[in-house]
T-cell receptor, first 116, second 115 residues
Framework: AQSVAQPEDQVNVAEGNPLTVKCTYSVSGNPYLFWYVQYPNRGLQFLLKYITGDNLVKGSYGFEAEFNKSQTSFHLKKPSALVSDSALYFCAVSLRPSGGYQKVTFGTGTKLQVIP | NAGVTQTPKFQVLKTGQSMTLQCAQDMNHEYMSWYRQDPGMGLRLIHYSVGAGITDQGEVPNGYNVSRSTTEDFPLRLLSAAPSQTSVYFC??????????????FGAGSRLTVL
């Protein structure tokens, strides 16, 4: 069985400071990792994904994530937080697709609050 | 492009009533799915489909039915609504293969309240 853990229900950061939202995963095989963002009363939007190769993945809105195989982590980062980054962030994992769809499992989400 | 369209956005039901949540996508995605989102529980997969005519159960399928007669549409049916089905429901779709595989596009959600 595969799973995702987001250990922090909420992360508070001051505007302009760097932010990190943590994610660890468990999967039997090569992982396919994702971050999604959800703004209030909206559906989830894709931010970035890790497939293979470079451990640092760059995505939308200045976000990036670092894949660490030994620690089975995929933390989301941004060098300088904006108030508009305040939202709910979800980490997700699947097995790497090979010939068909693979089930995607989501974490419970982390609420990011950027304080002006 | 409309992407993934869900209707209705809001619905209030009484216990025992039935209803259908509609989902349509215009991206020619093979894969479609329904999730429910509850506080503190993240997103849980209800049912999914890897192509027209093919459906399967996810983590929490009880009380829900689905069908996939076309590539575009994937309705979710609540057979006899219960208060435990009060939730926000999301439809999501993706390609099965290639660089877009498993990258889900979500609808805006349907908020259901069962009294």
């Amino acid at each position: 069985a595969q799973s995702v853990a987001q250990p922090e229900d909420q992360v508070n950061v001051a505007e302009g400071n760097p932010l990190t939202v943590k994610c660890t995963y468990s999967v039997s095989g090569n992982p396919y990792l994702f971050w999604y963002v959800q703004y209030p009363n909206r559906g989830l939007q894709f931010l970035l994904k890790y497939i293979t190769g470079d451990n640092l993945v760059k995505g939308s809105y200045g976000f990036e994530a670092e894949f660490n195989k030994s620690q089975t982590s995929f933390h989301l980062k941004k060098p300088s937080a904006l108030v508009s980054d305040s939202a709910l962030y979800f980490c997700a994992v699947s097995l790497r697709p090979s010939g068909g769809y693979q089930k995607v499992t989501f974490g419970t989400g982390t609420k990011l609050q950027v304080i002006p | 492009n409309a992407g993934v369209t869900q209707t209705p956005k809001f619905q209030v039901l009484k216990t025992g009533q039935s209803m259908t949540l509609q989902c349509a996508q215009d991206m020619n995605h093979e894969y479609m799915s329904w999730y429910r989102q509850d506080p503190g529980m993240g997103l849980r997969l209800i049912h999914y489909s890897v192509g027209a005519g093919i459906t399967d159960q996810g983590e929490v399928p009880n009380g829900y039915n689905v069908s996939r007669s076309t590539t575009e549409d994937f309705p979710l049916r609540l057979l006899s609504a219960a208060p435990s089905q009060t939730s926000v429901y999301f439809c999501a779709s993706s390609y099965n293969r290639g660089l877009g595989a498993n990258v889900l596009t979500f609808g805006a959600g349907s908020r259901l309240t069962v009294l």
